[in-house]
């Protein structure tokens, strides 16, 4: 069973579209994360959700919309895509606020040409 | 500001050699410190966490509060030890976030 899924893993997309990526987790956790992984690797929060309530909103461009119907899902919507948005985006979970033990998923490679 | 570096891109050492993955941070309040591997086509999973002081797949981390250093090190590498490395710093006033190093590609070749 896979614990925190993504979908899609692979979105190639054109400059100015819309496109979501979302998520589940299956292990009954209640505060979900997205992160960025650029393409030098480095990685950085975006956002955090706990109950389905915004914890943590990193300065992230308003195009990305994050929204969670329940705490077991987490959706990234993100409009007017730019070349720059192209990364590898991981959700991940944690029990609490204690992020230290996330699960992640497998990650969401976004290409926008 | 909460800040981790790994100075290192890249480590390449060969089989059986030791290893050790430069951690330094800097953060205002009481650390607690991480570390992350990524093997390749995998997902990112915890390694270990300073505060339970174990000891996963042979590599250990000690916090060092006066250095400001959480290097990971293990006597012995092996094959399977190739991966990308971070290590991450939970910061807890600020919503409780994880904040990542550039990461470390260890390669251990045969």
């Known amino acids: 069973d896979t614990a925190v899924s993504q979908t899609p893993k692979y979105l190639v997309t054109q400059m100015g579209n819309d496109k979501s990526i979302k998520c589940e987790q299956n292990?009954?956790?209640?505060?979900m994360y997205w992160y960025k992984q650029d393409s030098k690797k480095f990685l950085k929060i975006m956002f955090s959700y706990n109950n389905k309530e915004l914890i943590i909103n990193e300065t992230v461009p308003n195009r990305f919309s994050p929204k969670s119907p329940d705490k077991a899902h987490l959706n990234l919507h993100i409009n007017s895509l730019e070349l720059g948005d192209s990364a590898v985006y991981f959700c991940a979970s944690t029990q609490g606020q204690a992020p230290g033990e996330a699960f992640f998923g497998q990650g969401t490679r976004l290409t926008v040409v | 500001a909460q800040r981790v570096t790994q100075p290192e891109k890249l480590l390449s050492v060969f089989k059986g050699a030791p290893v050790e993955l430069k951690c330094n941070y800097s953060y205002s309040g009481s650390p607690e410190l991480f570390w992350y591997v990524q093997y390749s086509r995998q997902r990112l999973q915890l390694l270990l966490r300073h505060i339970s002081r174990e000891s996963i797949k042979g590599f250990t981390a000690d916090l060092n509060k006066g250095e400001t250093s959480f290097h990971l090190k293990k006597p012995f590498a092996q094959e399977e030890d190739s991966a990308m490395y971070y290590c991450?710093?939970?910061?807890?006033?600020?919503?409780?976030?994880?904040?990542f190093g550039a990461g470390t590609i260890l390669r251990v070749k045969s």
């Open positions: 292990l009954g956790h209640d505060t």
């Open positions: 991450a710093l939970q910061c807890m006033e600020y919503g409780n976030k994880l904040v």
